[in-house]
């Protein structure tokens, strides 16, 4: 299969002022390789003015996906996804595909080992959504590699796929009301100071919900 590394450089928006900011695609190129798209990024951010279409000031995050050529894809498919702080650090990745294989089913998700989850459970973290992110936080982890192998092999022939290796974000203590699964790459620490009230009830939600035994 012939690919193509897609690399997107997101960028914050107006006033960075939470719950919640609006983040765009500032710009956007392509690399043959994961490697050369690597060297890339760090040429850009070494002379972000060099370029006729300079990187932006305030960068958020990078984004590298992997994609097919050839291929009619939605929005949010993808064969890997590798993401990048403002630095041009790899902070994250997934190489479970979002696409259909030949087969028409999804390729299996094995589950993260423990260096590769990021966050706690009780962590407030910003949530990418695409055109913004909000603050919430975390209730559940992603599932660990022994736990995606007992369920792989007792659901045969079903199996955990991409949309499991995600956490559990809320926003208030009411889980039905408030909780989203949201992929392992679409998660990010605060890039800004968060206001004390902000911390205090998020803080509170959390500890109301884990009273509650819903997380």
């Known amino acids: 299969?012939?690919?193509?590394?897609?690399?997107?450089?997101?960028?914050?928006?107006?006033?960075?002022?939470?719950?919640?900011?609006?983040?765009?695609?500032?710009?956007?190129?392509?690399?043959?390789?994961?490697?050369?798209?690597?060297?890339?990024?760090?040429?850009?951010?070494?002379?972000?003015?060099?370029?006729?279409?300079?990187?932006?000031?305030?960068?958020?995050?990078?984004?590298?996906?992997?994609?097919?050529?050839?291929?009619?894809?939605?929005?949010?498919?993808?064969?890997?996804?590798?993401i990048y702080d403002d630095h041009g650090q790899r902070i994250d990745e997934t190489e479970v595909s979002t696409i259909r294989n030949a087969d028409g089913d999804f390729d299996p998700f094995w589950g993260r080992e423990p260096a590769r989850i990021r966050f706690r459970e009780g962590d407030i973290v910003e949530v990418f959504y695409g055109d913004h992110v909000e603050l919430a936080f975390v209730a559940e982890l992603p599932i660990s590699k022994d736990r995606a192998t007992q369920i792989n092999t007792k659901a045969h022939p079903f199996h955990l796929d991409s949309s499991d290796d995600s956490y559990v974000v809320m926003t208030t203590s009411d889980y039905m009301r408030s909780h989203d699964h949201i992929a392992s790459t679409n998660l990010f620490p605060p890039h800004y100071k968060v206001p004390a009230p902000i911390i205090n009830r998020l803080r509170k939600a959390y500890e109301k919900a884990q009273r509650a035994s819903v997380v």
């Open 1 to 82: 299969m012939n690919t193509i590394f897609e690399i997107l450089f997101y960028e914050a928006q107006y006033r960075h002022r939470y719950p919640s900011y609006r983040l765009r695609v500032h710009s956007q190129s392509f690399s043959p390789t994961l490697q050369e798209a690597e060297h890339f990024i760090q040429a850009m951010l070494r002379h972000p003015q060099d370029d006729q279409h300079p990187i932006p000031q305030h960068i958020h995050h990078i984004r590298v996906r992997q994609l097919p050529i050839g291929s009619l894809l939605y929005a949010d498919e993808y064969l890997a996804e590798y």
